[in-house]
């Protein structure tokens, strides 16, 4: 089974994306739409490693197989600016309507920077992803996977 989620960020005329999160029966892939193609994998095996113009970067430890989630297991986090001028500057691709099974649009209008969290989430356990409390946040919550997929965003222009 495979299971999409992009983040796409709209201008009101133009619609880039942002994050996409894509699993897989043979593990979780986060990829940032940014040049260089960066992408996390995060294998059924717990094996978790970052790619960046396809040559690995960074290899990620202690985190479960994928069958073995308890709890809530934050995979990674990050913050940007999403003004236009800094979508145009590092190329952001167009967001042409492909097929994904869950589509988050933000509003660079509104939001000047963003920050995100993704978790895995054992099934009903949704309470154990901790206070977050950065404020706004909002909280997409998948439970069509297994583990769980928790992405919380928060408005980085209240960051103090």
């Known amino acids: 089974m495979v299971y999409k989620v992009c983040f796409v960020i709209t201008n009101g005329n133009r619609r880039r994306k942002f994050l996409w999160v894509t699993k897989r029966t043979s593990g979780l892939y986060i990829a940032f739409a940014g040049p260089g193609a960066m992408h996390q994998s995060y294998h059924r095996d717990g094996k978790s490693h970052w ?39 590092f190329d952001f691709p167009d967001f042409h309507d492909e097929p994904v099974d869950e589509l988050v649009y933000i509003d660079n209008r509104r939001i000047a920077s963003i920050n995100y969290s ?43």
Do not use: C
């Open 51 to 89: 790619k960046l113009n396809g040559q690995k970067l960074l290899d990620v430890n202690n985190l479960p197989p994928l069958d073995t989630v308890k709890g809530a297991v934050q995979v990674t986090n990050a913050g940007f600016r999403i003004s236009d001028d800094v979508l145009d500057g």
């Open 118 to 160: 993704m978790w895995l989430v054992e099934p009903w356990q949704h309470a154990q992803l901790p206070i977050f409390r950065d404020y706004p946040s909002q909280i997409h919550l998948t439970t069509h996977t297994n583990p769980w997929l928790a992405v919380v965003l928060s408005d980085g222009s209240f960051a103090k």
